[in-house]
């Protein structure tokens, strides 16, 4: 039962940019903290970023800092992650969840485990 349909993935040049954008399916999850993962081939799902309910706090790897940004526009109920000056190593599955805690501190909204809701995913190719 998919909860988050995530889009905006695509195959972009290094130095690109690319905004993905996260919808709930059936209902809303402006209480949640959401969060975008990351997963390589081969590789466990890793932590991107997180924005907690309200956009009171935003967390982000440290791979990701300075060139990510996540934000949710609670109006439109969607989450978004901007991606900026885009590397090969982006490259990657990347995925929407929804933690239920809506303050989550950073080890919380860092780890996949505390998250209830998941999208399918979208694929992010950057060629060098």
């Known amino acids: 039962q998919v909860q988050l349909v995530e889009s905006g993935g695509g195959l972009v040049q290094a130095g690109d940019s690319l905004r993905l954008s996260c919808v709930p399916s059936r209902r809303t999850f402006n209480n949640y903290a959401m969060g975008w993962f990351r997963q390589h081939p081969g590789k466990e799902r890793e932590f991107v970023a997180a924005?907690?309910?309200?956009?009171?706090?935003?967390y982000y790897a440290d791979s990701v800092k300075d060139r990510f940004t996540i934000f949710r526009d609670d109006a439109k109920n969607t989450v978004y992650l901007q991606m900026d000056s885009l590397k090969p190593e982006d490259t990657a599955i990347y995925y929407c969840?929804?933690?239920?805690?809506?303050?989550?501190?950073?080890?919380?909204?860092?780890?996949?485990?505390?998250?209830?809701?998941w999208g399918q995913g979208t694929q992010v190719t950057v060629s060098s």
């Open positions: 924005v907690t309910r309200n956009s009171i706090s935003t």
């Open positions: 969840a929804a933690n239920p805690s809506p303050y989550p501190d950073p080890p919380r909204a860092s780890n996949p485990v505390h998250y209830a809701y």
